[in-house]
């Protein structure tokens, strides 16, 4: 090595000039104390001064994020903030469906699925999204078949998310299924079917939150703020069910600065 680099970068322990034979090879396994450092002195004298890492884009640009935001929720439409007891009300019924669902997870992962009911893998992000929504919804076709009277088909108007489903969900799953809707939420429209889904999985997720749970929820509760302003009906009914995903994120789980203030 160089004595500038040397300077730069001391020594650890003294190691001076090895009585090696003539014969070294510094390729092959060390066999003694002295050929080992040996080797160690002549590896890091190949080394480049500077190294770059040749990266190619392509496989990174599925893997980036993208479009993240530190900024709070929008505030909501005047005359439809909710109220703080209204908050605190939905709070204790979600923290009441959390803990029976701890408590009879192990029963309602014993009962046996319905045959029509085959679960995606976690990876499968497409078979996912129309296990949820449904195939109808997945495909954006809002017309019904004449078949689809004689009774509820499942496949095509979604799975809802039956307590003997959701306690075969592990947490990788739950996140994984989280991330999937919580993305198609932030190209689409909010809906029943998503809404249902989206209550469900929060029910599931363990606190505290994991980094990537933790970035999803908030994902979700400024993208439930934005589709309330941009409500042009104020459908009532819908405007509630995204308090209510605002709410749940904020003040049960502990994202204050996205909290609704109090009408």
Request: net charge negative.
């Amino acid at each position: 090595m160089e004595p500038a680099v040397e300077e730069l970068m001391p020594r650890l322990l003294p190691v001076g000039d090895c009585d090696l034979p003539e014969d070294f090879d510094p390729t092959v396994p060390p066999r003694t104390p002295q050929e080992y450092l040996r080797r160690v002195q002549i590896e890091a004298a190949r080394c480049p001064d500077v190294v770059v890492a040749q990266i190619d884009p392509k496989k990174l640009r599925k893997k980036q994020t993208v479009n993240i935001s530190i900024s709070g929720c929008q505030p909501a439409p005047e005359g439809y903030s909710p109220t703080l007891k209204w908050q605190q009300q939905q709070v204790a019924n979600f923290s009441a469906v959390r803990q029976s669902l701890n408590k009879h997870r192990n029963h309602w992962r014993s009962q046996h699925l319905d045959s029509n009911v085959t679960m995606p893998k976690s990876e499968d992000e497409e078979g996912w999204k129309k296990f949820c929504l449904g195939e109808r919804l997945y495909s954006e076709i809002d017309t019904l078949s004449d078949n689809e009277n004689l009774g509820i088909d499942y496949i095509k108007m979604g799975f809802p998310p039956l307590l003997s489903i959701v306690s075969r969900m592990n947490q990788a799953t739950v996140t994984s299924v989280l991330e999937y809707l919580i993305n198609w939420f932030g190209e689409k429209k909010f809906t029943p079917e998503l809404g249902r889904w989206l209550y469900a999985l929060l029910a599931c997720l363990e606190k505290p939150l994991l980094p990537e749970a933790h970035s999803l929820i908030r994902q979700l509760a400024r993208r439930c703020s934005e589709v309330r302003v941009l409500e042009e009906n104020k459908n009532e009914e819908q405007v509630s069910a995204l308090n209510l995903m605002i709410c749940l994120v904020s003040r049960y789980f502990d994202q204050r600065d996205l909290a609704d203030e109090p009408s």
